[in-house]
């Protein structure tokens, strides 16, 4: 069972950036997805959920700049920025959202990837 996110790097305020996330198969098949993020000194929040029929939330701080979208064919899990801000800047996770659509938090458990580091800066 594995989490892999990569994708994260430096970015100019307004720029564009494409997060990617392998899972597990046994993860991914049966759970709605989702991205979460940690900034320094925060705790790890909610960013967008997709379920396994598609369909998509996102934060209030994100919606409209953000787009997440899943791969069921080879497990992946992408999470597209746009029109990034500074405070955008955090480690991104991603993660099984066990309540679906209706996912506001992250999940209680102890299985995390390592994460990507995200810093938007002029």
């Known amino acids: 069972v594995q989490l892999v996110e990569s994708g994260g790097g430096f970015v100019q305020p307004g720029g564009s950036l494409r997060l990617s996330c392998a899972a597990s198969a046994s993860i991914f098949r049966v759970n709605a997805m989702a991205w979460f993020r940690q900034a320094p000194g925060k705790e790890r929040e909610f960013v967008a959920v997709v379920t396994t029929g598609g369909s998509t939330k996102y934060s209030d701080a994100v919606k409209g700049r953000f787009t997440i979208s899943r791969h069921n064919a080879n497990y992946t899990l992408d999470l597209q920025l746009h029109n990034v801000k500074p405070e955008d800047t955090a480690v991104y996770y991603c993660?099984?959202?066990?309540?679906?659509?209706?996912?506001?938090?992250?999940?209680?458990?102890?299985?995390w990837g390592q994460g990507t580091q995200v810093t938007v800066s002029s």
């Open positions: 993660n099984m959202a066990p309540f679906g659509i209706a996912t506001m938090s992250p999940p209680k458990t102890r299985l």
